[in-house]
């Protein structure tokens, strides 16, 4: 987790909570590119399931990409509006499949 760049930033800190400040913040941008990327992989999948005709698993993975698309418009990593469209495009697809 320690990086190069926070390792830098951490020897420039001069204040206490400043070095603590920077920490947290390196765990939070780590958290908000998991969620990032756990969303992007899980559309990536489900298109691959829309693709392969598969219904249920779909309908599946279409549900946690709801739930962490969710959670990551709540925690401002994705505007709302996209979020909706997303989420509303592969609905359709979904709906379409048969």
Do not use: C, P, W
């Not at 987790?1 to 390792?7: I, P």
């Not at 549900?63 to 994705?78: I, T």
């Amino acid at each position: 987790m320690n990086t190069d760049k926070q390792e830098r930033s951490l020897k420039m800190a001069n204040i206490k909570s400043s070095k603590k400040a920077i920490k947290v913040i390196a765990k939070k941008t780590e958290n908000n590119h998991e969620l990032k990327a756990r969303v992007k992989n899980l559309i990536k999948d489900t298109e691959k399931a829309i693709a392969a005709n598969d219904h249920e698993k779909a309908s599946l993975l279409f549900k946690d990409v709801q739930k962490y698309l969710d959670q990551a418009v709540s925690k401002g990593l994705v505007k709302s509006n996209t979020s909706d469209r997303q989420k509303k495009r592969l609905s359709a697809k979904i709906k379409n499949m048969k």
